[in-house]
């Protein structure tokens, strides 16, 4: 048995990186149907700021980068339209992305006044205390609304639905570093909930995963697309990464290294349930941000 110590270390070690790494959720990639109507409904009706805009006709695609802050401190969205692609499937995976407000009324009565869709009216959830409301964006994109004081990152969620939480939660946790920051079971409405990142939910962006009771499977259409996440070394991210695959499921669909003519060095690949992460070295990612 000692014998095998030597071999089994090394990988303890690396699986010990990312609680050490230096990492933060960057952005949400995700296709919309007319740039210039999402960016429109997003600076107008949640306040967002467009932070970035750029077209690649060779490639035949315009992004946008719009959040609450700017993108060396702050998470944003990063909105893709193809040429000639009007809409996209969202799916029954993905659930949506989260606003924090101080004023959670003023803010739905903003986005009814500017032709918003509210599917849920501002109101406490059933058994508990928070104050939540939900609305549509022109694609069909939900945004949670949530009553909440000042904070450093409105742009507070991303919630996607999972076929095996307590797969997916040690999957994050060993691949990715984060920490369960809390778990809820809500047997009266057949779902349980967890919240995971890389600091408090009122401090940063974090992820929440879904189980429905029973639901082992779900589409995930052709719209979302994934999150990124900084890392100070991508290679040895990717390492730990594919030993938690072998272990927990996945794929690895980039292996690490440089995207050619950008040289920012990223790596990227599917959870359990197929939900895409690209990984992103902070270096290259603040160098890039230096050089628009």
């Keep these: 048995m000692a014998e095998a110590a030597p071999v089994a ?16 959720l960057l952005h949400a990639v995700y296709r919309v149907g007319d740039l ?7 600076t107008e009706c949640f306040g967002m700021k467009l932070l970035r805009q750029r077209d690649i006709p060779d490639e035949k695609y315009s ?3 719009l959040g609450f802050g700017p993108e060396v401190s702050n998470f944003v969205v990063e909105l893709t339209y193809n040429y000639g692609v009007s809409s996209y499937d969202i799916g029954s995976g993905f659930g949506h992305f989260a606003i ?10 903003d986005i009814r006044a500017k032709g918003g869709v509210i599917t849920r009216e501002p109101g406490p959830v059933k058994g508990g205390q928070s104050v939540i409301a939900f609305v549509k964006d022109p694609d069909g994109y939900v945004f949670e609304l949530i009553q909440r004081g000042p904070t450093p990152e409105p742009l507070c969620q991303v919630m996607l639905r999972v076929g095996d939480l307590d797969r997916a939660i040690k999957f994050y946790e060993k691949a990715l570093g984060m920490r369960l920051l809390k778990k809820v079971d809500r047997p009266e409405y057949k779902y349980t909930m ?20 029973g639901v082992t499977e779900y589409t995930k259409g052709n719209a979302y697309a994934q999150i990124a996440i900084g890392t100070d070394d991508v290679y040895k991210s990717a390492e730990v990464v594919s ?18 003519g950008i040289n920012t060095k990223i790596t990227s690949f599917l959870d359990p349930d197929g939900w895409k992460t690209v990984l992103v070295d902070n270096e290259d990612f603040l160098k890039e941000l230096q050089e628009i």
């Design 36 to 42: 210039a109507r999402t960016i429109k409904f997003y």
């Design 9 to 24: 270390a090394p990988n303890a070690e690396l699986l010990e990186w990312p609680k050490k790494d230096k990492r933060r």
């Design 243 to 260: 030993l938690v695959i072998q272990e927990l499921g996945g794929k690895i669909t980039r292996p690490a290294g440089p995207i050619p």
């Design 194 to 213: 967890a919240m995971l990142g890389y600091a408090e939910e009122h401090e940063t962006t974090v992820l929440e995963l879904t189980y429905n009771y």
């Design 100 to 109: 924090a407000t101080q004023d959670i009324y003023k803010l739905v009565e």
């Design 63 to 65: 992004n946008a980068f």
